[in-house]
């Protein structure tokens, strides 16, 4: 019995199901346009097998492990490492039982739904995960791990991937990136300029980062003009490995417009670290406003991730560092926060400036009516937390009304899982086909408007608003 | 083939649709009650042609104004006025060619709805608006509007409206109303009391306008006493126009019930222009306390929509001034703010305040909760981004189990666009219907109190919370 | 005619329907796990008949009144008994008649659920209440009340609760806690220990009542050591009677971990009343941490009910006191309130802590990524205005994406209305299983784990959270 329902996801509604499955069945094979992720590109420079079961589906994905840890699953028993190098299970078969008599922790969840349709359609597997098959599941996904066909690239071309972005910090030599270019191997992957690292006073390393920058450039990041000097050469470097896009990750979505001296005395308490925490906030501000500009010059599309409260747990970060799943949203302004950048640039057709939230109370109140207005920003699509399918359709519900569909940007699957790529870009398919069908059922929209919009909110708009 | 389906916005379940279509069958062609608007009582007065389609359905609307402009459009290119008198497209059918290209962008939107239903209904028009349809549109719009029938006393009466307020500052000289009185003319338009110009210190010209009402109402504005005898006075005067209500439109909800001796002290300083913003905000807030007092004295209903961060963008301001579609909700507290207000005369069930919010959040948190508990307080229906098929549902879904029906007040239309009237009262229609009949459907209601309900959210409860 | 639909609250469409009913079916005569109520225990220990249909259904029912008080009838109208004991209502028929001919106003509210479930259920009422029956019912229910069945201990064994929990003070003697324990009755009522009274400086008598529970402990309260001490002994004596729980409602859920001698600090000036508003928060935020660190010790679990900004009128709470349906939620913050427990405890598998928020908002970006990643966690139902159908349907779209169904702890009825107990359960049981087979409608559950499910959400979650 296969594991998935072929209309997952439509309404149970028999009518208004036909209308949702026949919009999917026009865009299920559409290719895969993946604007922002985190996948890891040396897979693709390298072409080695992955691991291990548990290696690829379970100690990496931070969705996977912090619901395990919510019910007292220990993160060293799923291999996760440690940051002093202590102990961690590392054997692969012990944490894949661990997790597989765990399986039922996702019923309800997206985790379910992903794993699930990598299961079945990257594995051939058609039996539910559990304690009882826990070993025929890591024994058979081991064994296609060693095949050619199971290999980073023939996945990639078998998941039906027309381009794939990573995300690398600024000071990234790009190396897989080129090494990828360089082997001849056709898939397009590329990459994104993420420069926190060297804008975040508050990153661990910041001075030695923007050090590193004026290395890399050769420009004398000791000033604030080499300082922008060094991002725009940066840029550039990072264009030539296919970037269309710079990506932030700021605590807030604060941006402010400096004077120019200010800005640069800022520059100076920042790499002598003696921002106070208002001051480093002011400084990402004003860099994002500094960001835009240069997207004026160089076209990279600007990415705004905000309002995740980092590392909550101190016991957590002391034994495991960042990005363990103990990354929890805050609420979060955009009126007043975006009001300096917007000010400075946000009536310019050329710029494009695409907002993400993990505060869905903004969805309506303020980024809807923001979007519906300026005509340099766009609507990331729903994010981490609200990337499922109860998050998709309040993100339509919410923010079709003022913004329509032509300021949202289409799909980002933003993984580290290479095998949930196909997975998420077919629950957004799906649910998408399922709000447009409602809106033909409910005299919202022509029959053949549909399929045209369906088109669109799967490949045309990402394509257009990321410029690839 | 029509524009709009008949059908459209109730449920597609069908026996869901046959108890939601039955309820809207009782109510579709009751008489419209537009409690609260922004319409022209010059049109009704003079019963002058409207100018051209172009001038009737784009230049006005920030709806429509506002996303064209999201999507790069000028609004220039649109014919909106410019503050400096410098050059803005006059021709209308330029300005129509090129909302008519770019009239996809409304897919989903209520504006789509109200604009298809105004197209259908009022110029009976049967092919969608593209390009390609652009110029028929226009040719077939300016004839119909130079005919009889289409004049704005012959519209009023097809809409089958039976009391239209709209809004005028309380300096307003409601020469327009005048003339519709003394015109003989039957249609009942009356004023409602917007008094921000003489209430808002930080209003341009508002010592001008404090001074203005002096003249006006014959006290003497300089001195606290005759500030609110003013007041008094001018609430009279529009009572005799028909006023019902006041309305306040300020930043936040806040209220505050000062000792008199401060409140005079703040409007000295008001005056003088030296407010400081909190000395300005606990002004606007004192204020709405005595509103709320004059309301008590003289039936006026008290009307609150705060929370809209107005004017966002300063280029837009400066070249095009307020209400252009740059103003964005941001979060509003209901609970701290409203408290001195409830607390001076929030117990007395002869007053009438009715709040409206921007914020979704506050409807479950704190809207319902008030307006369920205080005798004073009524719920206005959604509005501006809200008032929309998704945004009416979720009113209803997040008021009702806390606040009743009773706690509502029917529906505002709030509109500035003339012809979108019928189209958005009958939106109301038809959801309201939709969830009284999902009501029905789940055992929530009796079948014999739907039909009840269904009348008075569409006429008896605006009658009754407006007192007209 | 019944006033109950069989099917009500299941979805409408037929297939969707049928799952629900079939999932409900299999758990609606499950015994009620009632982990968390305001139910009178000296009810159980006297088994005395309730007074009449008023003094059972309206005075004391704050769902009840405050709906009444919001369209204008007066509290004493109602019998709401006065803080300077002056004239209300004692005619328990004259209340009723208001109440009856006040019915409408409950029109799809969670009230008129539970009250007509009561009737019918309870008393076997086949017409639906208004004025015209007011009468009748009054004699009918009166009739009943005389009868052994309708004793209250003879209802709590026909309602089928197998466990239910009332919340006393900290320093309640328990006496009819005990006095039940005396009686050789087999029905399980079970204490919870509410200590604000000790805990909150701000809480009228603070220092009378710490004093109190230095005596009834014999520990020196005047001492921080002694204090600590006494909670200690008291959570102890509060086992005794049952008690596997907590219960805290602080304005806020902040917490703190102070060093140990700036809390002793605080505890020595709240105790001469000298604590500002900051310092009386900042040791009530100190204390959860406290009773945390006592669950860890005892293992009660730890609940937060957090976020009421209570007795908002003053008129009411100077006339009516405390708890008579105007307190009003307020927007509340989790991340970082909750972070210093967190810190201190929060990985803690041992420890339980069951979250509740009046702020809908909080659910999707808050609640569910801590309650998903932190072990000690677990979301509490939807709480208050909450607890209903739409309320129910919204925390489980809006929390089981992230914190799956594991995370929750099945249902609270949280109720001081007796006869709502079955009626609140059987609301939870049917919006459960309809959520349930939506989500086996869609391809997001399988049919054989959705009765499982169901079975865990009505029963198996609140015994294992609650350690009953």
Known sequence: MPLLDEDRLFPPEPALRDLARALYEDVRDLPIVSPHGHTDPRWFAENQ????????????????????????????????????????????????????????????????????????????????????????????????????????????????????????????????????????????????????????????????????????????????????????????????????????????????????????????????????????????????????????????????????????????MAMFGRDKGFDIPGRTDYVTALRPLLNAVGMRPDLTVILFTLDESSYARELAPLAGAYPCLRLGPPWWFHDSPEGMRRFREMTTETAGFSNTVGFNDDTRAFCSIPARHDVARRVDCAFLAALVATGRLDSEEAPLLAHELTYGLAKRAYRL
Chains 1, 2, 3 share one sequence.
């Open 49 to 316: 097998p992955f691991p291990d079961p548990a290696q690829l589906f379970v100690t990496p994905d931070h969705y996977v492990f912090r619901m395990l840890a919510s019910q007292g699953v220990a993160l060293t028993d799923l291999g996760v490492p440690r940051v002093d190098g202590g102990p961690t299970e590392t054997d692969g078969r012990k944490i894949w039982r661990l997790f597989a008599s765990n399986y039922h922790l996702f019923a309800g969840t997206p985790s379910r739904l992903w794993l699930d349709h990598s299961f079945q359609h990257v594995f051939g597997i058609d039996r539910r995960l559990s304690a009882q098959t826990a070993d025929w599941y890591y024994d058979h996904i081991s064994d296609c791990l060693t095949r050619p066909e199971f290999l980073p690239r023939a996945l990639y071309e078998r998941f039906g991937i027309e381009v794939l972005a990573t995300t690398e910090a600024a000071t990234d030599d790009l190396r897989w990136h080129r090494a990828i270019r360089e082997s001849g191997w056709r898939g397009r992957v590329v990459t994104a300029y993420r420069p926190d690292g060297v804008i975040d006073p508050e990153m661990p390393g910041f001075a030695d980062n923007v050090a590193l920058l004026g290395q890399q450039t050769g420009f004398d990041t000791a000033t604030w003009a080499g300082y922008l000097d060094a991002h725009r050469a940066r840029r550039a470097y990072f264009r030539e490995f296919g970037a269309t896009s710079s990506d932030h990750g700021h605590p807030s979505a604060r941006t402010e417009d400096l004077p120019q001296a200010e800005a640069a005395a800022l520059f100076q308490k920042a790499q002598r670290g003696d921002c106070t925490p208002a001051e480093a906030d002011a400084f990402r501000g004003h860099m994002l406003t500094e960001m835009a500009r240069m997207s004026l010059e160089d076209g990279l599309v600007l990415q705004i991730h905000p309002g995740s409260r980092r590392n909550h747990s101190d016991a957590v």
